[in-house]
Structures are given as structure tokens and as C-alpha cells.
């Protein structure tokens, strides 16, 4: 039944499972080449990839599920100086590896299954100067590391060997450092380092965690006398093998030693007896729970410089202590952080320490400090008394009056649970360069008192208490150099609000950090004098009506004193406005932080001076548009631009030049497909502002400039109509004027080939005589003559002879065209035709229409056998109705007259 089922599978199927199958281990990612480096590490790789290029000179293949390093797949690649097989599953190591990586120098075998290391199998890694072979397991068979002439590096550690011997023969001449630790060996026997005799450079080796090693044979150390730092970390052997230790390191020249970790619970005067002729200079015996020191246990380190008891459980210090450490500088006793016991320090114990310089007493729960405390400790720089608590709640002119006589630069007291500070406290620290009282619960107005002496204090830091320090303008006349005042989360929300700024005194102030206090109102010369001032921290307090303009005597300008500030932090203050003036002449600000405001539009230029900004946060506001003329100065060196979860409004009119900027510029701009969402429209929302498409944009701006041509032609045309509609007779009268008064009227006599008596015969109706009377005859006066057949006709001559005649003595014929005209049959039939053959015989400016009424083109033809498109466009008039249109009609009348008969050719 199931081979029944099987054959309807398609052929197709099965091959479609296999690559299915298969895909995970075919389509991985690919490795990561950069600078001469290939990374495929973490890509579950079986073998070498061929596809990377050839010239590459470190190869990084952990973590990956190799079982070999086959020698061929490494042939592409000769030029290999570092190979990184880490956390694979190797077997073996091929003799003909470094055959075919000729300069091999670095090789990591780390966590892999190589079992057996033959000589043969180094034999041609003579250049090698790294070898990590950690974690394999690995059984030595002859002198596999004797070949190796430039090795610097070994390391052999959790191998479970049985031995520290590698080798018989001297060998690794430039051995530098040798890593032994986590394995099985029981003894250093005396010939164990027998085959290092001959490395002049090995200066360290590593015993980590030899819980196996329970003897030391004696001599076992001289092999490697020039040894100079030795580990045994997490070794767990308490005081008695130390001191055998101490002992067998007496004839070299042990420098460093390390000893954390090793259940080491007591120190007795004979602990490190065998290091008396030793050039020890650093020993760590951090993190053992040291409950006891006896007198004198250090007196053999005279040459001691750095001694670590970190993690102690240390309860009673006495003046013989620390005996015999005279050359100690630094001296680190922190306590355990979960040890409630508290340190007993006897009067003058730290005396022996002359030059001691350094002194961490962190959470040591000191019980109390006295007037004898420090005595002793004329070269003391820094002392850190941090997270422990007084006894004794006010620091007064007692507490460090044993450090008088010290150089102390650095005091650190952050934590101590201080309540105030009393006048004189501090007045014998004249050297003091660094003060920290962060996180204390100082309660009390500074009146200049309690920094008094502090003439050479270059940071003051007061942060973290409980935000009941009130200020005065005296508050810092003691500290006139100083340059970093931190106040977070400690000033009362009124203490700035005063006409005498505490700070007026700190010219030489580069920092000033005045966060989380919860401050309202500050005054315009809070800053003043203050010319130096570098970084300003105004963060999370409440100065939402700083910067408005409804603010009461208006904007409150307080950077206009601060010209060279370069870091300028003002979060979360609820802000909504930004006075164009705020960062007037801020030429100099590089980094600018206005994130989790309320703040949307911004006034054009009000970033304009900041031309060398390199960082500007504006994350968390209500900001739609990114518009040029606001961003372009501050984002055009930007380095840095941190501006998600706003409301970006992704139109063309808001982001098209932010976008495009984002595409082009250099900055960096974290989360920036994730933060920077649009809002709207709803073609957008919830989409990145990097979805938004600026080519639809940019068709729009030719339809914009087609827009305002034609929208700007069609006004004009409009505007030019009404013009001319209404007064485009007067236009064209004084055009008229002013042509003749430059040019002169034109005169057709002088381009006419024979003389006329009249300029025009006028043809009018019996209805219209008077009209020509009153109208044209008075134009005669102006050296015009008309013939008017009723005045100037001959007596006894046939009238018809008397037209023919008179109308071949006229340079014009002219028309006063009326309906009566029209209906005048005389008029219709003999005139008109002989007026029709005058026109054609000359030409088409020999007739002159004048319209007393409007008739239309069509009874115009029917009548008289004329339409106006036969005449020039001058030649035909309109009898105006308005009176002040009468002088503009006799010129163009004047000008019609004056006009010659001939065709231009």
C-alpha cells in the first residue's frame, strides 16, 4: 500500500527535497574580506573556500566544523602571514601546511582534536612567531617544537599534560612568553625547564589554575632565571606552597607575580622571606580573602611598587603592616562588596609607606579616620576614599588634617554618605587638583568657606546628592581655577535665580554641568564671564519658558556670554521654541543635543552660526520638516545626526531635501530605517522616510515654472485687453503724437508722381451735410482741402463729369458712411463704382472710411461694394462718442490723409 502511495509522487519531488535538504549548508553567508583579512568564521564551513582572493594575508576560519586543514585547499593562498582554525574539529596538523605557507607567522589550533604533534609536523613553520595550541589534548612525541627558531608565543595550556618538559633538547631560543596552565602536571621537576635554557627572552610564564601541582623540586626555576613574570592564578594553594614557591624564584628575576586566587587566607612574616633578593616590583593577591597580615609579612619586598589586596577580608591594619614597603607606590585594599566587616586602621599605619602615591581604600568600611590616619604619606597623590560611610556625617577641618605634609592631587570621596561639608575642611590640601563628592547627602548653602585653601582645584564634582545646595554669589571665590564643576541632581530648583551668578567668579570654567536639578528660571548672566566655558549640561530640568517669546521680559538669552562653547546639552526640558537668537555666534559649537522636547517648527536662520557643527541630536521632538534653509549650515559638516521617533510630515514641501541629503551625505545616522518613520500623509505612515521617492518630486518643478510662465502671460494678456479695451485709443493717440513730433507728419505730395488739387472728396448723404460741416470743412484751416460736391462744384457741368473729375483731382476719396448713405441711391450706383475703380487703379489707401454709426460688414458689401479688410487698417475711422476722443480721431484722420496712394513694395 505504500509503494502504492510512493509512485504518485511527480519525478520532480524528490530532487526538490534534496536541495531543500542540502540548502542550509550550500546557501551560507559569505565571508567578510576587508583590507587583505577574510573572515568566515561562525559560517559552519567543512573545508576552505577557493572564491576569496588570492593575494589575502590573514584568514580567520573558527568556529566552524572543519576535520581538516588539508594543505592543497591553502595552496591558493602562499602569501598567508596569520591562519585562525580555531574551534574546529581537526584531527591532525599536516606536515605539508606551512609547506604551502611559506610565511606563515601566526597559527591558532585552539579548542580542535589534534592528538599526537610530531617534530615533522612543525618542520616547515621555521617563521612561525605565534602558536596556539589550547585545548586539544595533545601527546608530544619527540621535539615537535624544535624547529621553531622564531616562535615568541606558546601556548599549550588545557592539554592535560603530565609534564611542563616539552622538549629534552634546548630549543625556541626567542621564546617570550609560555602558557602551561590548566593541565595535570603534579611536580616541577628540576630538568622540566631544562629545554628553555637557551631563551635568553622568555619573561613569562603562565601556571593559571595548576591545582594539580602540589611539589616544586628544587632548582626548578633555574633554566629560566631571566623569568620575569610568572602566573599561578586560581591555583588554590595556600601559604605553605607559596613560600616554597617564594623560595625556588629566589635566584631569578622575577618581576610580576601573580598569585589571585589561591585560597591564600593568611600572611605570616616568613611568607615571602625567599623573594628578599628579588627585583619583585608588582605582586597581586587579589580576590583571596585575606583575613590576616602579620607584622613584618612584607618585609622582604623592599622593592615593591604595586601591591594588589582587592577583594580583601582584611579587619585590623597596624603600623608594622606594611613594614619594609618603603618603595611602594601604589597600594589597592578594596574590599568585597558583599563583606560587612569593618577596617580597624591603627594610628600611623600607613607611615612605613614614604613613597606611596597612590592609596584605594574603596569600600573598605573604614570605622574612622583620625588626626593620625594618613601620617606618614609625604608623596601621597590620589587617594580614593569612596563608599564608606562615616561615622562621623560632617567632613571638618580634622578629618584630613594628616595629609598636610602630602602632595595629594586626587580625593576621591564619592559615596562616603557626608551630610555637609564644614569651613576649613579642605584647607590644607593646597595641592588638591581633583575633588569628588558625588553621590553623598550634602544638605547646606555653600557661602565660599567650605572650599576655602582650594586655590589650585581644577575639578569639583557634587553630583548626585539630594538637590538641597543652595548657591551664593561667594559659593566658589576659593576655586578661581577651576575648570570642571559638575552639580547634576544636587541644586535646589531656585538657586540660579538670582541677580549675582555664583559663577561670575570661575573665569577659567571649560565645564559646567548643571543636569537634573529641576531648575525653572536662570538669568540672562547666569554665564557671564564665563568666556572660557567649553561644555554646558542643562539636561532634564524645567526650563520650558526659557526660550519663548511670551516669556516675561521675552527670551531669555543666556549663551550670548558663552562665544566659545563647543558642547551644548538642553534635553528634555520640555521645550517647544527656539529664539532666532539663542545660538547667535556659536561659531565654535561641535556638538548640540535638543532630544526630547517639544519642539516642530524652527525659524529659518536660527542654526546659521553653526558652521562647525559635527553632532546634533534631535530625536524625540514633534519635528515634520527637515526644510533647507533651517538645516543646510548645521548639517553640512555633520559627522553625527541622531533625529528618530519624530513626525516626519514625507511631502515633497517637508523632507525632499533631508532625503536627499540622507543619500548623499557621510554622517552617520544610527536606526535610520527603524527611527525615522512618517507620519503622513497616509501614503506613507509607518513607512521610513528612506521609502519616501524624491523623483516624484522632481517632476513637478518644470509644471511649476510652465505654471508661473503661462499663469503670468495669461495676466498680462488680461491686463493689456482691459488696457487697451479702455484706453487704447489714448495710447495710440499719444504714440501718434509723439512719432510726428520726432519724425514729422508724413507728406504724400512729396512721393506722389502728379499734383492733386484736394487732399479728399468726401461722398456723404443729404442727412449728414451738416455733420461734414461742423466736423471736417473746419479742418481745412489745417492746410487740408476737401471737395464737397454741393460747395465746389462747377456750374454747367454735367454732374457725372463734374465726379469723374473732381475724384481724379483727390488724393483721397473719403466715405462718411452712414445707414442713410446706404440707402442714398445716387451715392450706391455712380460714386461708389467709380470710388471701386479708383481703388484698383491706385491702390487700397485711396479710399478713406469714416463710421458715424455702426454698419455692419455685410450691408457695408451689399451697398457699397466695400468691406473693410479691402482698406489699410488706418484708413478706416470711428466717429467716437466721447468727447475727449474727438482730438485722438482728427489725428488719425490728419495721418489717414497724409498717407501716399502707392503700394510698398
Same mark, same amino acid.
Given at each position: 500500500?505504500?509503494?502504492?502511495?510512493?509512485?504518485?509522487?511527480?519525478?520532480?519531488?524528490?530532487?526538490?527535497?534534496?536541495?531543500?535538504?542540502?540548502? #542550509?549548508?550550500?546557501?551560507?553567508?559569505?565571508?567578510?574580506?576587508?583590507?587583505?583579512?577574510?573572515?568566515?568564521?561562525?559560517?559552519?564551513?567543512?573545508?576552505?573556500?577557493?572564491?576569496?582572493?588570492?593575494?589575502?594575508?590573514?584568514?580567520?576560519?573558527?568556529?566552524?566544523?572543519? &576535520?581538516?586543514?588539508?594543505?592543497?585547499?591553502?595552496?591558493?593562498?602562499?602569501?598567508?602571514?596569520?591562519?585562525?582554525?580555531?574551534?574546529?574539529?581537526?584531527?591532525?596538523?599536516?606536515?605539508?601546511?606551512?609547506?604551502?605557507?611559506?610565511?606563515?607567522?601566526?597559527?591558532?589550533?585552539?579548542?580542535?582534536?589534534?592528538?599526537?604533534?610530531?617534530?615533522?609536523?612543525?618542520?616547515?613553520?621555521?617563521?612561525?612567531?605565534?602558536?596556539?595550541?589550547?585545548?586539544?589534548?595533545?601527546?608530544?612525541?619527540?621535539?615537535?617544537?624544535?624547529?621553531?627558531?622564531?616562535?615568541?608565543?606558546?601556548?599549550?595550556?588545557?592539554?592535560?599534560?603530565?609534564?611542563?618538559?616539552?622538549?629534552?633538547?634546548?630549543?625556541? #631560543?626567542?621564546?617570550?612568553?609560555?602558557?602551561?596552565?590548566?593541565?595535570?602536571?603534579?611536580?616541577?621537576?628540576?630538568?622540566?625547564?631544562?629545554?628553555?635554557?637557551?631563551?635568553?627572552?622568555?619573561?613569562?610564564?603562565?601556571?593559571?589554575?595548576?591545582?594539580?601541582?602540589?611539589?616544586? %623540586?628544587?632548582?626548578?626555576?633555574?633554566?629560566?632565571?631571566?623569568?620575569?613574570?610568572?602566573?599561578?592564578?586560581?591555583?588554590?594553594?595556600?601559604?605553605?606552597?607559596?613560600?616554597?614557591?617564594?623560595?625556588?624564584?629566589?635566584?631569578?628575576?622575577?618581576?610580576?607575580?601573580?598569585?589571585?586566587?589561591?585560597?591564600?587566607?593568611?600572611?605570616?612574616?616568613?611568607?615571602?622571606?625567599?623573594?628578599?633578593?628579588?627585583?619583585?616590583?608588582?605582586?597581586?593577591?587579589?580576590?583571596?580573602?585575606?583575613?590576616?597580615?602579620?607584622?613584618?609579612?612584607?618585609?622582604?619586598?623592599?622593592?615593591?611598587?604595586?601591591?594588589?589586596?582587592?577583594?580583601?577580608?582584611?579587619?585590623?591594619?597596624? +603600623?608594622?603592616?606594611?613594614?619594609?614597603?618603603?618603595?611602594?607606590?601604589?597600594?589597592?585594599?578594596?574590599?568585597?562588596?558583599?563583606?560587612?566587616?569593618?577596617?580597624?586602621?591603627?594610628?600611623?599605619?600607613?607611615?612605613?609607606?614614604?613613597?606611596?602615591?597612590?592609596?584605594?581604600?574603596?569600600?573598605?568600611?573604614?570605622?574612622?579616620?583620625?588626626?593620625?590616619?594618613?601620617?606618614?604619606?609625604?608623596?601621597?597623590?590620589?587617594?580614593?576614599?569612596?563608599?564608606? #560611610?562615616?561615622?562621623?556625617?560632617?567632613?571638618?577641618?580634622?578629618?584630613?588634617?594628616?595629609?598636610?605634609?602630602?602632595?595629594?592631587?586626587?580625593?576621591?570621596?564619592?559615596?562616603?554618605?557626608?551630610?555637609?561639608?564644614?569651613?576649613?575642611?579642605?584647607?590644607?590640601?593646597?595641592?588638591?587638583?581633583?575633588?569628588?563628592?558625588?553621590? +553623598?547627602?550634602?544638605?547646606?548653602?555653600?557661602?565660599?568657606?567650605?572650599?576655602?585653601?582650594?586655590?589650585?582645584?581644577?575639578?569639583?564634582?557634587?553630583?548626585?546628592?539630594?538637590?538641597?545646595?543652595?548657591?551664593?554669589?561667594?559659593?566658589?571665590?576659593?576655586?578661581?581655577?577651576?575648570?570642571?564643576?559638575?552639580?547634576?541632581?544636587?541644586?535646589?530648583?531656585?538657586?540660579?535665580?538670582?541677580?549675582?551668578?555664583?559663577?561670575?567668579?570661575?573665569?577659567?570654567?571649560?565645564?559646567?554641568?548643571?543636569?537634573?536639578?529641576?531648575?525653572?528660571?536662570?538669568?540672562?548672566?547666569?554665564?557671564?564671564?564665563?568666556?572660557?566655558?567649553?561644555?554646558?549640561?542643562?539636561?532634564?530640568?524645567?526650563?520650558?519658558?526659557?526660550?519663548?517669546?511670551?516669556?516675561?521680559?521675552?527670551?531669555?538669552?543666556?549663551?550670548?556670554?558663552?562665544?566659545?562653547?563647543?558642547?551644548?546639552?538642553?534635553?528634555?526640558? =520640555?521645550?517647544?521654541?527656539? #529664539?532666532?537668537?539663542?545660538?547667535?555666534?556659536?561659531?565654535?559649537?561641535? %556638538?548640540?543635543?535638543?532630544?526630547?522636547?517639544?519642539?516642530?517648527?524652527?525659524?529659518?536662520?536660527?542654526?546659521?552660526?553653526?558652521?562647525?557643527? %559635527?553632532?546634533?541630536?534631535?530625536?524625540?521632538?514633534?519635528? &515634520?520638516?527637515?526644510?533647507?534653509?533651517?538645516?543646510?549650515?548645521?548639517?553640512?559638516?555633520?559627522?553625527?545626526?541622531?533625529?528618530?521617533?519624530?513626525?516626519?510630515?514625507?511631502?515633497?514641501?517637508?523632507?525632499?531635501?533631508?532625503?536627499?541629503?540622507?543619500?548623499?551625505?557621510?554622517? &552617520?545616522?544610527?536606526?535610520?530605517?527603524?527611527?525615522?518613520?512618517?507620519?503622513?500623509?497616509?501614503?506613507?505612515?509607518?513607512?521610513?522616510?528612506?521609502?519616501?521617492?524624491?523623483?516624484?518630486?522632481?517632476?513637478?518643478?518644470?509644471?511649476?515654472?510652465?505654471?508661473?510662465?503661462?499663469?503670468?502671460?495669461?495676466?498680462?494678456?488680461?491686463?493689456?485687453?482691459?488696457?487697451?479695451?479702455?484706453?487704447?485709443?489714448?495710447?495710440?493717440?499719444?504714440?501718434?503724437?509723439?512719432?510726428?513730433?520726432?519724425?514729422?507728419?508724413?507728406?504724400?505730395?512729396?512721393?506722389?508722381?502728379?499734383?492733386?488739387?484736394?487732399?479728399?472728396?468726401?461722398?456723404?448723404?443729404?442727412?449728414?451735410?451738416?455733420?461734414?460741416?461742423?466736423?471736417?470743412?473746419?479742418?481745412?484751416?489745417?492746410?487740408?482741402?476737401?471737395?464737397?460736391?454741393?460747395?465746389?462744384?462747377?456750374? =454747367?457741368?454735367?454732374?457725372?463729369?463734374?465726379?469723374?473729375?473732381?475724384?481724379?483731382?483727390?488724393?483721397?476719396?473719403?466715405?462718411?458712411?452712414?445707414?442713410?448713405?446706404?440707402?442714398?441711391?445716387?451715392?450706391?450706383?455712380?460714386?461708389?463704382?467709380?470710388?471701386?475703380?479708383?481703388?484698383?487703379?491706385?491702390?487700397?489707401?485711396?479710399?478713406?472710411?469714416?463710421?458715424?454709426?455702426?454698419?455692419?460688414?455685410?450691408?457695408?458689401?451689399?451697398?457699397?461694394?466695400?468691406?473693410?479688410?479691402?482698406?489699410?487698417?488706418?484708413?478706416?475711422?470711428?466717429?467716437?462718442?466721447?468727447?475727449?476722443?474727438?482730438?485722438?480721431?482728427?489725428?488719425?484722420?490728419?495721418?489717414?490723409?497724409?498717407?501716399?496712394?502707392?503700394?510698398?513694395?
Amino acid at each position: 500500500m505504500l509503494q502504492m502511495h510512493q509512485s504518485f509522487y511527480p519525478a520532480w519531488v524528490i530532487p526538490v527535497y534534496i536541495i531543500i535538504a542540502v540548502s #542550509p549548508h550550500q546557501c551560507m553567508a559569505t565571508c567578510n574580506v576587508q583590507n587583505g583579512r577574510a573572515d568566515c568564521s561562525h559560517l559552519r564551513l567543512s573545508s576552505i573556500p577557493q572564491d576569496l582572493p588570492s593575494n589575502i594575508t590573514s584568514l580567520d576560519m573558527s568556529h566552524n566544523i572543519m &576535520t581538516a586543514a588539508l594543505p592543497e585547499s591553502l595552496k591558493r593562498y602562499s602569501g598567508l602571514l596569520h591562519l585562525d582554525i580555531s574551534y574546529n574539529s581537526i584531527k591532525n596538523l599536516d606536515v605539508d601546511l606551512c609547506r604551502n605557507l611559506p610565511q606563515l607567522l601566526t597559527l591558532n589550533l585552539m579548542h580542535n582534536e589534534v592528538r599526537l604533534l610530531k617534530r615533522e609536523d612543525l618542520s616547515h613553520c621555521c617563521k612561525l612567531t605565534w602558536l596556539n595550541m589550547a585545548s586539544n589534548r595533545l601527546k608530544l612525541q619527540g621535539e615537535p617544537f624544535s624547529l621553531l627558531k622564531n616562535l615568541k608565543y606558546l601556548d599549550v595550556s588545557m592539554n592535560k599534560l603530565q609534564s611542563a618538559m616539552l622538549g629534552t633538547t634546548p630549543q625556541l #631560543p626567542s621564546l617570550e612568553t609560555l602558557n602551561l596552565g590548566y593541565n595535570d602536571f603534579t611536580t616541577l621537576k628540576t630538568n622540566d625547564f631544562s629545554f628553555l635554557r637557551d631563551s635568553p627572552f622568555l619573561q613569562k610564564v603562565s601556571l593559571i589554575s595548576s591545582m594539580s601541582l602540589e611539589n616544586l %623540586e628544587s632548582g626548578c626555576f633555574k633554566p629560566i632565571s631571566g623569568l620575569r613574570v610568572l602566573s599561578l592564578d586560581e591555583s588554590r594553594k595556600g601559604s605553605l606552597f607559596i613560600s616554597a614557591l617564594c623560595t625556588e624564584l629566589s635566584g631569578t628575576a622575577i618581576d610580576f607575580l601573580s598569585l589571585r586566587k589561591i585560597s591564600l587566607l593568611k600572611l605570616t612574616s616568613q611568607t615571602f622571606s625567599g623573594l628578599k633578593e628579588t627585583n619583585l616590583t608588582f605582586l597581586d593577591l587579589s580576590s583571596n580573602s585575606l583575613s590576616k597580615i602579620e607584622d613584618g609579612s612584607f618585609q622582604w619586598l623592599s622593592r615593591l611598587q604595586t601591591l594588589n589586596l582587592t577583594d580583601h577580608n582584611i579587619g585590623h591594619l597596624t +603600623n608594622g603592616t606594611f613594614q619594609g614597603l618603603n618603595m611602594l607606590k601604589t597600594l589597592l585594599l578594596l574590599k568585597k562588596k558583599d563583606q560587612k566587616s569593618h577596617l580597624l586602621v591603627d594610628d600611623f599605619s600607613f607611615q612605613p609607606l614614604s613613597n606611596l602615591e597612590s592609596l584605594i581604600l574603596q569600600n573598605t568600611a573604614l570605622v574612622k579616620i583620625t588626626e593620625n590616619t594618613f601620617k606618614g604619606l609625604t608623596r601621597l597623590k590620589k587617594l580614593d576614599l569612596s563608599w564608606n #560611610p562615616q561615622t562621623e556625617r560632617q567632613l571638618t577641618d580634622k578629618t584630613f588634617v594628616s595629609l598636610c605634609d602630602s602632595q595629594l592631587k586626587t580625593l576621591n570621596l564619592n559615596g562616603i554618605a557626608s551630610a555637609g561639608i564644614k569651613p576649613g575642611s579642605f584647607s590644607c590640601l593646597k595641592n588638591l587638583s581633583f575633588l569628588f563628592l558625588d553621590r +553623598n547627602f550634602i544638605r547646606q548653602t555653600f557661602l565660599g568657606k567650605e572650599f576655602e585653601g582650594l586655590s589650585q582645584l581644577q575639578e569639583l564634582h557634587i553630583s548626585n546628592n539630594t538637590q538641597a545646595i543652595y548657591l551664593t554669589p561667594e559659593s566658589f571665590v576659593g576655586v578661581p581655577n577651576l575648570r570642571v564643576l559638575t552639580l547634576a541632581k544636587s541644586l535646589t530648583a531656585e538657586t540660579l535665580n538670582q541677580d549675582s551668578s555664583p559663577f561670575r567668579p570661575l573665569s577659567n570654567l571649560t565645564e559646567l554641568d548643571l543636569s537634573n536639578n529641576n531648575i525653572a528660571n536662570i538669568r540672562q548672566n547666569m554665564l557671564e564671564g564665563l568666556e572660557n566655558l567649553r561644555v554646558l549640561k542643562l539636561q532634564h530640568n524645567n526650563l520650558v519658558r526659557l526660550w519663548k517669546q511670551a516669556n516675561l521680559g521675552g527670551p531669555v538669552l543666556f549663551l550670548k556670554h558663552t562665544w566659545r562653547l563647543e558642547h551644548f546639552t538642553i534635553d528634555s526640558n =520640555g521645550m517647544d521654541e527656539i #529664539p532666532i537668537e539663542a545660538f547667535r555666534n556659536l561659531t565654535h559649537l561641535r %556638538e548640540l543635543s535638543l532630544s526630547n522636547n517639544l519642539l516642530n517648527n524652527f525659524q529659518d536662520s536660527v542654526f546659521d552660526d553653526l558652521t562647525s557643527l %559635527e553632532v546634533l541630536r534631535l530625536e524625540k521632538n514633534f519635528i &515634520t520638516s527637515v526644510r533647507p534653509e533651517v538645516f543646510r549650515t548645521p548639517m553640512h559638516n555633520l559627522s553625527l545626526l541622531v533625529m528618530g521617533k519624530n513626525t516626519f510630515d514625507c511631502t515633497c514641501e517637508s523632507i525632499l531635501w533631508f532625503v536627499t541629503w540622507l543619500n548623499t551625505t557621510n554622517a &552617520t545616522i544610527p536606526n535610520l530605517r527603524d527611527q525615522y518613520i512618517c507620519n503622513t500623509p497616509p501614503l506613507y505612515f509607518n513607512r521610513s522616510i528612506m521609502d519616501f521617492d524624491p523623483l516624484s518630486c522632481k517632476d513637478m518643478t518644470p509644471f511649476q515654472v510652465l505654471y508661473i510662465l503661462t499663469s503670468t502671460a495669461v495676466l498680462l494678456l488680461m491686463c493689456s485687453a482691459f488696457i487697451y479695451r479702455f484706453h487704447g485709443w489714448r495710447i495710440q493717440f499719444y504714440w501718434n503724437i509723439m512719432i510726428n513730433r520726432i519724425l514729422g507728419l508724413s507728406d504724400a505730395r512729396l512721393g506722389e508722381g502728379r499734383e492733386f488739387e484736394y487732399d479728399a472728396y468726401v461722398i456723404h448723404a443729404e442727412e449728414d451735410a451738416r455733420w461734414v460741416e461742423r466736423r471736417l470743412v473746419p479742418l481745412e484751416d489745417k492746410d487740408c482741402q476737401f471737395f464737397l460736391e454741393n460747395r465746389d462744384s462747377v456750374s =454747367g457741368m454735367s454732374q457725372l463729369e463734374s465726379i469723374v473729375n473732381n475724384m481724379r483731382r483727390s488724393r483721397k476719396i473719403l466715405f462718411v458712411v452712414t445707414e442713410s448713405l446706404l440707402k442714398d441711391p445716387w451715392c450706391r450706383r455712380f460714386k461708389v463704382h467709380h470710388a471701386l475703380h479708383q481703388v484698383i487703379e491706385a491702390s487700397r489707401d485711396s479710399v478713406v472710411l469714416i463710421f458715424l454709426q455702426d454698419v455692419h460688414d455685410y450691408k457695408l458689401s451689399h451697398s457699397l461694394f466695400l468691406r473693410r479688410g479691402m482698406l489699410h487698417q488706418s484708413c478706416i475711422l470711428n466717429w467716437p462718442p466721447q468727447k475727449e476722443r474727438i482730438p485722438a480721431f482728427y489725428q488719425k484722420l490728419l495721418i489717414a490723409l497724409g498717407m501716399t496712394n502707392r503700394l510698398q513694395e
